[in-house]
């Protein structure tokens, strides 16, 4: 019986071009005419979020780009991807914005280093808003699933019978811009993940000096009762809300996936630690690599439970920058 086709799942890169480099050739890829593949076919699946912050953005993309065109590789489209193609795309006629994602300071920090970088290159960069408009914004495999943030079932079936694909066009970009749409719910649910907004009006101040009125959510506890049980992100809630119970209206906000379906591989939630399965059919490979975290890949074969030992990771290191 032919063995089934092997994968290699990575994590967020966020510009660690060169740490990703190292991580391809700890996995035993090698440049063939100067474009990164296996010698026994494995492929590669980048859970997007390749732009945006890191030193290394350009060399990044060259290697993710050259190796998805070549078939060596697989991507999703991350949120930050999806941001930097908006905040480039201008509007249509008629709009009290000239992009389609304001140039708010906000807006305008978070993409700051990816337009540094490609400053010099300005058709280059022409070149990849056009190829993010072609990425995929999940894949289902045979034996797994990816996805940038989160998967819902029944979103991605409604626009699979709507559209018949898994990609975005011009039409559909401009019509996400709206978060009441199909479009905007379904970009923002399968790039972003699950949220609840807190309770009574309060805010959390991030680590990363934000101020959110949100904060994101689990969507594999099949019984939480209280809001502890259900956060998942880097900075926790304040105690008072953590301890209480989830409310009627929250709850049927939450979504689940369930222990039953496909392996899931998703990045986007900067965790810490040493990586490993969040339950035996989902991992995040989002380990804060552009915070000199790890940069992690999970190894997959045709398993249907996890493996720990699969995980394998390149920590990312100052001389990156």
């Not at 593949?37 to 979020?49: E, L, M």
Request: with cysteine.
């Amino acid at each position: 019986m032919a063995r089934a086709q092997g994968y290699d799942l990575i994590g967020d890169v966020h510009g660690c071009g060169m740490t990703l480099c190292h991580l391809l050739e700890d996995m035993d890829y090698r440049k063939v005419n100067g474009i990164y593949q296996h010698p026994k076919g494995r492929k590669v699946v980048f859970i997007g979020d390749i732009v945006d912050r890191g030193p290394n953005i350009r060399l990044a993309l060259n290697v993710v780009r050259d190796m998805v065109e070549h078939g060596h590789a697989h991507m999703v489209m991350g949120n930050h991807e999806y941001n930097v193609l908006a905040f480039c795309t201008p509007s249509r006629p008629g709009s009290e914005h000239p992009f389609l994602r304001e140039h708010t300071s906000r807006n305008s920090f978070i993409v700051e280093e990816t337009m540094r970088q490609f400053e010099p290159y300005p058709q280059e960069w022409r070149d990849y808003l056009s190829w993010f408009l072609t990425l995929p914004l999940y894949q289902e495999f045979e034996h797994f699933r990816a996805v940038h943030a989160c998967w819902d079932h029944d979103l991605i079936s409604e626009m699979k019978g709507r559209f018949g694909r898994n990609t975005m066009d011009e039409e559909f970009l401009h019509a996400s811009m709206n978060r009441e749409s199909f479009e905007g719910q379904l970009v923002d649910r399968l790039t972003r993940g699950t949220a609840l907004k807190l309770p009574d009006g309060r805010s959390i101040t991030a680590k990363d000096g934000f101020v959110r009125h949100f904060f994101r959510t689990k969507f594999w506890e099949k019984e939480p009762e209280v809001y502890d049980d259900i956060v998942f992100q880097p900075d926790p809630l304040p105690e008072d809300i953590a301890e209480r119970p989830i409310s009627k209206v929250d709850r049927k906000e939450l979504l689940y996936y369930g222990p039953d379906e496909k392996p899931l591989f998703i990045g986007h939630y900067w965790m810490k630690g040493i990586p490993g399965p969040i339950t035996h059919n989902i991992a995040c490979l989002d380990y804060s690599a552009v915070k000199y975290g790890r940069l992690v890949a999970y190894r997959m074969d045709d398993e249907t439970r996890l493996d720990p030992d699969k995980f394998c990771w390149t920590r990312v290191e100052r001389k990156e920058d």
